[in-house]
């Protein structure tokens, strides 16, 4: 598992370099060129508003570091390390420019090269905390996969929610095909209390071109909601979920973790980011 994160404790606030000041974007208002209409419309519609984001121009990776500098608050930041996380041109996304963040994962072994059996492998997270403790939650990501993109038969981690462990997560899991690894789709889980959140759609994400994912999550007992949808249709939808009743919002991150288990890339793969935003009532 990743190393615990350091965050330093600050109220809920737009960055001053992302404020909706003068010039600033609006990123709520970004047309999507994937999916149609404008990004997070989905959580727009729910009545949430936005609260932090990124737009990965203006970030700097920083090798070894644990610090991204998205702000001079400096409150978004890295479990581990990312080397591996390059910034590019690359157009598609649905921003303001054509940069984007491109995630290598290298061709190799990792642990026992078998899902299922070993450990699983990070390469690192990146996100920020909240005080006080969010009890609802939207988060909007827009990201490609390579064409040559090898799902983990168990889980490929994308969003976590609660306290940098494995709380709430959303995740592309399960190959249609473990041999050709043609596809894949979005579930959820809360893994403190052993609930998973199964897809009623588990159409294949393609791969090779931009998809926007937005994630609505709300804490409660039989009163609680999940919500996924990917390129504007509902992918995950339980409007009275018991959801998060043995932890909180404390944190929201971007994963990027492959598991359980080994795995095996026969090549190099990617992910491209574009936007990363987080939406709150």
């Known amino acids: 598992m990743p190393s615990r994160l350091q ?3 600050r109220p809920t606030r737009l960055p ?18 994937g999916g149609g209409g404008d ?6 519609a729910l009545g949430l508003t936005l609260n932090d984001e990124l737009d990965f121009t203006q970030l700097v ?16 930041s890295t479990v581990d390390a990312i080397p591996s996380l390059t910034k590019v041109t690359e157009a598609g996304g649905g921003g303001s420019s054509p940069s984007a963040w491109m995630l290598t994962r290298p061709a190799g072994v990792y ?3 078998v899902p299922g059996s070993g450990s699983s492998t990070g390469f690192g997270r990146l996100g920020r905390s909240y005080s006080p403790n969010l009890t609802e939650v939207g988060v909007a990501l827009s990201f490609k996969l390579s064409a040559n993109y090898k799902e983990h038969e168990v889980s490929e981690k994308l969003i976590f929610l609660s306290q940098f462990g494995q709380s709430f997560l959303c995740q592309l899991t399960h ?3 473990p041999v050709t690894h043609t596809g894949g789709w979005f579930r959820c889980s809360d893994e403190n209390i052993g609930v998973g959140y199964e897809p009623q759609d588990e159409s294949a994400v393609t791969k090779g071109v931009w998809h926007e994912m937005e ?4 804490k409660g007992s039989g009163n609680g909601i999940v919500k996924v949808w990917l390129d504007k249709t509902l992918r995950v939808n339980y409007p ?23 795995q095996t890339l026969p090549a190099d793969d990617f992910r491209w980011y574009d936007h990363f935003a987080i939406y709150t009532r």
């Open 240 to 262: 009275a979920a018991t959801v998060l009743t043995a932890s909180d919002i404390t944190d929201v991150s971007l994963n990027s973790e492959m598991g359980g288990g080994g």
């Open 39 to 44: 990004f997070a419309s989905n959580l727009l």
């Open 215 to 218: 994630l609505y999550v709300k």
């Open 111 to 113: 642990d026992t090269g």
């Open 16 to 33: 001053a370099s992302l404020s909706r000041g003068t010039g600033a974007r609006s990123l709520g208002l970004l047309t999507f060129a």
């Open 175 to 177: 190959s249609v095909d």
């Open 61 to 76: 990776p920083q090798s070894q570091s644990e610090t991204f500098l998205a702000s001079p608050d400096q409150i978004w």
């Open 7 to 9: 965050f330093r404790s």
